[in-house]
């Protein structure tokens, strides 16, 4: 049985609106095994509407229309379909009732109104379940003509509890009545041409149908949907045995053609075979995303249920957020370049580690239109996975030969979780490749990645020496260039840090008792941030310290308040929960002279305003604390009065961070006060332990990176 679906509006054919009424109604169609061969849309114009109704009824057995239905003076649909049939125009009584009873006591019904009931004479009537204009059916030159309104919500709920079977008795009224068998299977790791040249000649012998005017029995089609394609059989016959038996001959030698790059068959997604995986195994997973800015998550979470593996994820844009969120070196940037095998391994490890997953993805890249080089053009996309305490990263180019990188490591395989077509090797060019799998077949799978900072040992295997044992990155020594991650603070004074502390044992009851997990700061990391660094290489901390020296000339010791309790991004939406600092103007303006020091020194710029806060609690995920905070959130905690700025270093350990002061600059000196001795953490505040306090992960908004240019685009 042949379609056409009939879409009228003038906002469909100025682009205004996206017509989504005709995919719906060609997949419910296809479902009842009727095909739309036809899909038309015109104007609100009387002459354009019968027009193609007109065209519409003498090619096809079916015509849906929708639109044009309203009590406007260009909804016109009723008036042309009674036209064509040669009937009056007349008010469906039921739909006029229901009118009066929705607007009983509100509205006036008036003839404007009532436009919206009319029916042609004659015509059958289906109703509305879910508006006001009724669907209608009508046959104009003994073709079935069904009209529906234009609202999509209206439309579903027609064709849902009143079309379904209607539409199957007029498939079966027409006689010689087509069967159709059809399977879907879903393809990743190679473009649609190679796979088009895998498939090439699978339908050679088949004979012409039974049925359908010497169309082909069977039809193979290609449809690329991001991030797969998938290849759809099509068996039409007019015995339903006869197609299934078909297409279960062809199932067979299709999937031996595809070979590993087939995942799964049927509706079912790569993002939802993928997350269906990852709950049924109790593996999570987090992202960390540069040039795709959220999308992976986005594609992960809407997964009902997609909770239980996804535990969160980063969009670090800006190399400062690669440095801030993930821990990412600042020489392995300013080294490499943000798209880069280092830096996206060094992403994917951060994100493993501060989120605590048993895997973690990774991606960065040159998306386009402009930033590419000659060694990176557009299109060039760096993905890591990493798990197990190692990580690896593979090259690709978007569109052309992307490749899908997965590492070697411990843990839960990829392809326990239904990864097999991400394991294939770089895409040759398109007219297919060779393989194992034989002529025209797509080649085997493989891995491709490796930790990229493994030590072989004999056996060409990581060695596990103390020397070679990752650290807190996953990065072995070797990998990363001498140096130390550092940042320039003020501490806020003991009664200040008690007083918070205080507080933090409070929100920590409260947070408790409602169910919130979060990780309170110990009072000896409390400080407020001027400027973080990042990592430095060790020869130029003493640059640095020169810098930071510099900056402090003219600045008298200061004083500042810290006050009231806050959360970023905001209390709906919790990760970090900080405390507020006033700062008066000569706070402002020593961060601004720190800020001239390090762009001096060649980090980059800090494009953000300087917002002073002591950062007291992290939450894993983002969670609504406005109920834990508020009773405590106008609290004043006390003065500091500051006459010395710390250049810090802040070594990150799987228990949270560890701050040491390696420089102390006095306001108002040219020569700063270095730390005596070796390297040491400052006395801690004396505090009650309490469980609920655990080491600090990091600074609470650092902000600014090491030297370098390069960012996605």
């Known amino acids: 049985m042949r379609a056409e679906i009939l879409t009228i509006g003038d906002e469909l054919c100025r682009g205004e609106v996206i017509d989504t009424n005709s995919a719906y109604l060609a997949e419910r169609l296809w479902s009842l095994d009727i095909t739309t061969r036809w899909m038309t849309s015109c104007n609100d114009d009387e002459a354009d509407i019968a027009a193609a109704l007109s065209a519409a009824v003498s090619r096809a057995d079916l015509v849906i229309c929708s639109g044009g239905l309203g009590p406007t003076e260009d909804d016109l649909t009723v008036d042309v379909a009674a036209g064509l049939a040669g009937v009056d125009v007349v008010i469906d009584e039921p739909a006029r009732r229901r009118l009066e009873e929705r607007f009983a006591g509100r509205l006036e019904v008036t003839p404007i109104q009532l436009r919206q009931v009319r029916v042609p004479a004659g015509s059958r009537v289906h109703g509305n379940p879910a508006g006001l204009a009724p669907c209608f059916e009508l046959p104009i030159g003994g073709v079935p003509v069904i009209c529906l309104p234009g609202f999509p919500r209206e439309i579903h709920g027609i064709v849902e509890q009143a079309l379904g079977g209607r539409l199957a008795e007029l498939r079966e009224a027409r006689g010689a009545v087509e069967r159709i068998a059809r399977r879907i299977y879903r393809v990743f790791g190679r473009g649609e041409s190679q796979i088009s040249q895998a498939c090439r000649g699978l339908l050679d012998a088949e004979p012409e149908a039974a049925a359908g005017g010497g169309a082909p029995r069977t039809t193979i089609h290609y449809q690329v949907k991001f991030p797969e394609v998938m290849v759809k059989l099509v068996v039409r016959d007019p015995d339903q045995a006869a197609a299934d038996g078909r297409l279960a001959e062809l199932d067979r030698e299709l999937c031996e053609r595809l070979g590993p790059v087939l995942y799964g068959t049927g509706d079912e997604t790569m993002v939802e075979r993928v997350t269906r995986r990852l709950i049924g195994a109790g593996v999570t997973v987090a992202t960390a995303e540069s040039c795709t800015g959220g999308m992976i998550g986005e594609m992960l979470t809407r997964t009902p249920g997609s909770s239980g593996a996804y535990l969160g994820g980063a969009i670090t844009y800006a190399n400062e957020e690669k440095v801030r969120q993930l821990g990412v070196g600042a020489a392995t940037l300013a080294a490499h370049g943000a798209v880069s095998e280092e830096v996206v391994t060094e992403m994917a490890r951060g994100a493993l580690e501060r989120f605590g997953t048993d895997l973690a993805v990774a991606v960065s890249g040159v998306a386009g239109p402009g930033g590419g080089t000659p060694e990176k053009p557009v299109g060039t996309v760096w993905i890591a996975l990493a798990g197990g305490g190692t990580g690896g990263g593979g090259r690709g180019r978007t569109a052309h030969d992307a490749q899908a990188v997965v590492a070697e490591q411990p843990g839960p395989d990829p392809d326990d979780l239904g990864l097999v077509g991400a394991r294939d090797d770089r895409c040759r060019a398109a007219g297919g490749g060779s393989g194992r799998g034989g002529p025209g077949a797509l080649g085997p799978r493989r891995r491709v990645g490796a930790a990229v900072s493994d030590v072989a040992g004999p056996e060409g295997k990581p060695e596990n020496k103390p020397e070679n044992k990752p650290d807190e990155f996953g990065r072995r020594p070797e990998a990363r ?76 010791p200061l004083s500042f308040r810290t006050a009231r309790l806050g959360a970023f991004a905001s209390l709906e939406r919790a990760t970090a929960v900080w405390a507020g600092v006033e700062a008066p103007a000569p706070l402002a303006e020593l961060a601004r002279r720190v800020e001239a020091a390090c762009a001096g020194l060649g980090y980059a710029p800090e494009r953000r305003a300087f917002h002073p806060h002591v950062t007291i609690g992290r939450l894993r995920e983002a969670r609504a604390i406005r109920e834990v905070v508020l009773p405590l959130a106008e609290q004043m905690f006390g003065d500091t009065a500051l006459d010395t700025i710390t250049l810090f270093e802040s070594e990150t350990k799987s228990t949270g961070s560890i701050y040491r002061e390696l420089h102390k ?35 609470g908004w650092p902000r600014g990176q090491g030297p370098n240019t390069e960012h996605d685009v």
């Open 481 to 556: 260039p001498p140096g130390k991650r550092l940042f320039v603070g003020a501490r806020i004074s003991v009664a200040t840090a008690n007083a918070l502390a205080g507080a933090a044992q409070t929100l920590a009851r409260r947070a408790r008792d409602a169910g919130i997990d979060i990780r309170w700061l110990p009072p000896a990391s409390y400080h407020v941030t001027l400027r973080f660094l990042g990592w430095t290489r060790a020869e130029a901390i003493g640059a640095v310290r020169d810098g930071l020296e510099a900056a402090a000339v003219g600045i008298q």
């Open 665 to 699: 600059i006095r306001l108002e000196s040219r020569s700063g006060a270095p730390v005596s001795g070796p390297e040491r953490q400052s006395p801690p505040v004396q505090l009650a332990a309490s469980p609920a306090l655990e080491p600090d992960t990091d600074d």
